[in-house]
């Protein structure tokens, strides 16, 4: 196997990814448009690897590994795993390098100009939320890494595959037919994942950055009405910060850019148990605006 | 157990403020400070709030805040208003976000 370098779009960054794993490079293809995906680039922000295992252990079971920079910070996984290895490792370089922007483990999404930041835990069905909502007219800016800019706190599209996990795979498919999946990989750490391919809008629209209006937790119940609370802003303030992963690092400045977006945003808890609810929720709180 | 948390200096002689390297907000009875010497951001509700936010204001001793206090706020806590303040004011000092003024 010969490694080649493909260059991938991400959002405002570009990321040189070298591999031999032509499956991988496949999957790819059709989870991303074609023009977000080159073989020549005049720069790249971010240079990863996906290599097969070492030593002997590669010779009776095969081993993805993922390298940023020439440095491995993830053990090995199966070589089955190697897509969802790759969409992992491209967070952890982005969430780790890319520090221009106040980077918080949440979800974005945009309707009518305005940006509903969606921070939430593993496991509070928020990119499920994600998934369900961008088919049903929201626009994906992002699933895992919402990108805040520091100047203006506007929230720059970083539209990439969706990461569903275990029943929420079954949920979407069945809640949006016409959406687009790399096929299951199972006993993953997180369980079975699949990646949604994000919607053709949203990836036509993602050099738009817009301004965010709401600030929702969600937290999935099994048959929870959906409902929005309001929340305190203090206490959502520090919550986000628990959310943020570069928060600490910009210091007072990124106090000051998350302060100056509680006071701007609507802050709510959401707490939903089914996805047609929660978009009819959504959909009123997009009106009421 | 309960923890005894005492002013390091005297609090009834002593004019407190908030430290110049904290940052804050105050919205609907509560209060979030960024404390820039620790790099701790903290959320303050109930009395805590109250006591911060009238410092965020203007600098105050312990028997301003006793006085404004029994005139505008019901304590939740019981006991002697100047006690709690002791308390709250200990506190917020213990976390570096208030400092007497010198």
């Excluded at chain 2, 301003?64 to 002791?86: F, H, K, N, W, Y």
Aim: with cysteine; proline share 4%; net charge neutral.
């Amino acid at each position: 196997m010969r490694a080649e370098t493909t260059f991938l779009r991400l959002g405002p960054f570009t990321a040189a990814l070298t591999t031999a794993f032509t499956g991988v490079v496949e999957a790819l293809l059709r989870l991303y448009p074609a023009h977000f995906i080159a073989r020549q680039a005049d720069f790249a922000d971010f240079h990863v690897s996906l290599l097969p295992g070492k030593g002997a252990r590669r010779f009776f079971r095969r081993q993805a590994r993922f390298l940023i920079d020439g440095h491995e910070n993830f053990t090995p996984l199966p070589a089955d795993q190697a897509l969802p290895l790759v969409e992992w490792g491209l967070n952890y370089a982005i969430a780790g390098m890319a520090h221009q922007y106040l980077i918080v483990h949440a979800a974005a999404i945009e309707k009518n100009g305005r940006v509903a930041i969606l921070p939430g835990a593993p496991g509070s069905g928020k990119s499920t939320l994600t998934a369900g909502l961008v088919h049903r007219g929201w626009r994906l800016l992002s699933d895992e890494l919402a990108l805040i800019r520091r100047d203006d706190g506007r929230v720059v599209p970083l539209a990439r595959p969706v990461n569903l996990k275990n029943a929420s795979i079954d949920i979407i498919q069945a809640f949006a037919p016409g959406a687009l999946f790399s096929a299951k990989v199972r006993d993953t750490v997180k369980g079975t994942v699949a990646l949604m391919r994000a919607p053709d809008e949203s990836l036509a629209r993602v050099d738009e950055a817009a301004s965010p209006a709401w600030i929702v937790f969600p937290q999935w119940r099994a048959d929870a009405p959906a409902i929005f609370t309001p929340f305190s802003k203090a206490a959502g303030l520090v919550e986000m910060g628990h959310h943020a992963m570069n928060y600490s690092l910009h210091g007072a400045a990124g106090f000051e850019r998350l302060a100056s977006l509680f006071e701007s945003c609507g802050c709510f808890r959401f707490a939903y148990g089914k996805l047609d609810e929660a978009a009819n929720a959504f959909d009123a709180l997009a009106a009421a605006a | 157990m309960s923890a005894v948390i005492r002013l390091e200096r005297n609090a009834a002689a002593e004019i407190w403020r908030v430290s110049d390297e904290v940052r804050w907000r105050l919205w609907d009875g509560e209060a979030v400070a960024y404390n820039g010497r620790t790099g701790d951001t903290h959320h303050f509700a109930d009395f805590a709030a109250w006591v911060f936010g009238r410092l965020c204001i203007a600098p105050a001793s312990c028997r301003s805040l006793a006085r404004d206090a029994e005139d505008s706020v019901e304590l939740r806590a019981g006991g002697a208003v100047g006690e709690t303040i002791t308390r709250t004011l200990a506190l917020l000092q213990r976390l570096q976000i208030v400092e007497a003024v010198a």
